[in-house]
């Protein structure tokens, strides 16, 4: 099992910029698929990002290509979300996932075993 803690979200002027940080603890961080989700309010959680166990593979939803990056650090059991360019619509909470499953990267909510408490990010028109 392994416990996520987001931190890093805010209230940020459009253009602007944050980094979302995601601690684990428990077991090995490195065994685990790893993802950012987000639910805007009266919408459903959608894929934002996802990163391969050794980071080597990325993945990111359309609306955030260019704009957003995911990595991780396996040293520091952390993974991150670089967020530049912000804009009205990323509005949401953030939720970043861990999944213990065989495969690379994943997409669905429901392909992650793990979950953090999310973090509120608000950017303002």
């Known amino acids: 099992q392994v416990q996520l803690v987001e931190s890093g979200g805010g209230l940020v002027q459009a253009g602007g910029s944050l980094r979302l940080s995601c601690a684990a603890s428990?077991?090995?961080?490195?065994?685990?698929?790893m993802g950012w989700l987000r639910q805007a309010p009266g919408k459903e959680r959608e894929f934002v990002a996802g990163?391969?166990?050794?980071?080597?593979?990325?993945d990111h939803r359309d609306s955030v290509k260019g704009r957003f990056t995911i990595s991780r650090d396996n040293t520091k059991n952390t993974m991150y979300l670089q967020m530049n360019s912000l804009k009205f619509e990323d509005t949401a909470v953030y939720y970043c996932a861990a999944a213990g499953k065989t495969g690379v990267l994943f997409r669905k909510e429901d392909d992650y075993d793990y979950w953090g408490q999310g973090t509120q990010v608000t950017v303002s028109a």
């Open positions: 428990g077991r090995a961080f490195s065994n685990y698929v």
């Open positions: 990163i391969s166990r050794n980071g080597f593979a990325t």
